[in-house]
């Protein structure tokens, strides 16, 4: 299971960091991604890491803003997301599956999925 927090509100130009905690398996195996969806659009992928080799990997036009990482002993997945801008607001979800390199963006690939957890960025 998956369980990502972290969510808020946050004026334009801070930062938040959220959390996606694994249990009841492992993950470690695994690609985790963060994805998102603002109100009246689809679930786009933000970034994402392969746990056993902390390989990363983001969306081309988000990278710089957003920073993913992992800690094994809390089996935890994090997303840094600083310079938060209006457009960032959404409802953030992580996933995990397992996958070939090219479809790690690909929201599809993504067997496992945490509820969301819901970032307000006001301007």
């Known amino acids: 299971q998956l369980q990502a927090c972290g969510g808020g509100l946050v004026q334009a130009g801070g930062s938040l960091r959220l959390s996606c905690a694994t249990s009841g398996r492992t993950f470690r195996g695994y690609h985790v991604g963060w994805f998102r969806q603002a109100p009246g659009r689809g679930r786009e992928f933000v970034a994402g890491i392969m746990w056993s080799t902390r390989r990363t990997f983001y969306a081309d036009l988000l990278k710089g803003r957003f920073t993913i990482s992992r800690d094994n002993a809390k089996d935890t997945v994090y997303l840094q997301m600083d310079n938060r801008k209006p457009e960032d607001t959404a409802v953030y979800y992580c996933?995990?599956?397992?996958?070939?390199?090219?479809?790690?963006?690909?929201?599809?690939?993504?067997?496992?999925w945490g509820q969301g957890t819901l970032v307000t960025v006001s301007s």
């Open positions: 996933a995990a599956g397992s996958m070939i390199q090219s479809e790690r963006r690909n929201r599809d690939a993504y067997k496992y």
